[in-house]
């Protein structure tokens, strides 16, 4: 059986396979040979920095959704010595979940959805959980991003004037 590791903060949980860190990946790009005890993986759940939070608003903007939950960096990094590689994607569909404001309807959420860094915005597969009393989007993604939640009211043309559009 393979270990995983469960990083909890206020803002969300990252759960991830250590298979999903592959190690030996990381040494090749160190381009030396470097012994696998000399590396320190550091995992983030962050704010992500200005300019990607602008990405982000921009992107709802523009869009036709409305952002629930500020939105939340995952980093995974390979370190040893000077050198730091990202690890920017899995092979696996890894587990995130990020915190619902408090207040934040949990039946408006539409859907998790992932901030490229050219400020597209995609859709991931979300579920909507309730743990010790608190609301959180699960999100199942392969790429390490910018993740955000968001509400987006669907508008059917034909139903615009109708009786039942509530």
């Known amino acids: 059986a393979s270990a995983t590791l469960v990083l909890q903060t206020e803002k969300g949980t990252y759960t991830l396979p250590a298979l999903q860190i592959n190690i030996d990946a990381i040494s090749e790009r160190a381009g030396e040979s470097v012994a696998l005890e000399e590396i320190k ?3 983030e759940i962050s704010a ?3 300019e990607t939070v602008k ?11 409305t952002l629930v939950a ?14 730091t590689v990202e690890v920017a994607r899995f092979n696996a569909y890894v587990e995130r979940t ?3 404001p408090d207040g934040v309807d949990p039946n408006r959420i539409t ?3 992932v901030v490229d860094p050219d400020g597209t915005v995609r859709h991931v597969p979300t579920k909507i959980v ?4 608190k609301y959180y ?3 199942s993604s392969l790429p390490n991003s910018a993740y955000s939640v968001v509400w987006q009211p669907l508008e059917f043309a034909d139903m615009a004037n109708h009786w039942a559009k509530d």
């Open 130 to 133: 309730f743990i010790d009393g």
């Open 111 to 113: 859907t998790g959805v």
């Open 137 to 139: 989007a699960r999100i």
């Open 70 to 83: 500020p939105p939340v960096e995952f980093t995974v990094r390979g370190i040893f010595g000077e050198q």
């Open 98 to 100: 990020i915190a619902i």
């Open 41 to 43: 993986v550091q995992i």
């Open 55 to 65: 990405l982000v608003e921009n992107a709802a903007a523009n869009g036709t959704f």
């Open 48 to 50: 992500p920095d200005t």
